[in-house]
Nanobody, 124 residues
Framework: VQLQASGGGLVQTGDSLRLSCAASARTFSDLTMGWFRQAPGKEREFVASINWNGAISDYADSKKGRFVISRDNTKNTRYLQMNSLKPEDTAVYYC??????????????????WGQGTQVTVSS
């Protein structure tokens, strides 16, 4: 499985961005997908995840209400809509994937496949 993240950029506080993650997988619809982020000097942290059919999603507490994860299995792509961005959202955002469900979906170690990351910078 190869993952290609895109959509990052430099925005101002309060702006929105939509990240995309395209997957090259014959069975994309079997994948649990996650988004993580890593700021300089910090550990990689969970942002959001979505199950194979989009029926179940979860978010880190600080992102609930501002971020929305979705997927389009017809395009082998999932998205992270980020609204009301804050300077503390500045980080490299990574998409990740695994086959099947894991109770530990909020841990990076639960995922087998990772994209290259896309930089999001929010200026104050």
């Amino acid at each position: 499985v190869q993952l290609q993240a895109s959509g990052g950029g430099l925005v101002q506080t309060g702006d929105s961005l939509r990240l995309s993650c395209a997957a090259s997988a014959r069975t994309f619809s079997d994948l649990t997908m996650g988004w993580f982020r890593q700021a300089p000097g910090k550990e990689r942290e969970f942002v959001a995840s979505i199950n194979w059919n989009g029926a179940i999603s979860d978010y880190a507490d600080s992102k609930k209400g501002r971020f929305v994860i979705s997927r389009d299995n017809t395009k082998n792509t999932r998205y992270l809509q980020m609204n009301s961005l804050k300077p503390e959202d500045t980080a490299v955002y990574y998409c990740a994937a695994r086959y099947g469900y894991s109770d530990s979906y909020y841990y990076p170690s639960a995922y087998n496949y990772w994209g290259q990351g896309t930089q999001v910078t929010v200026s104050s």
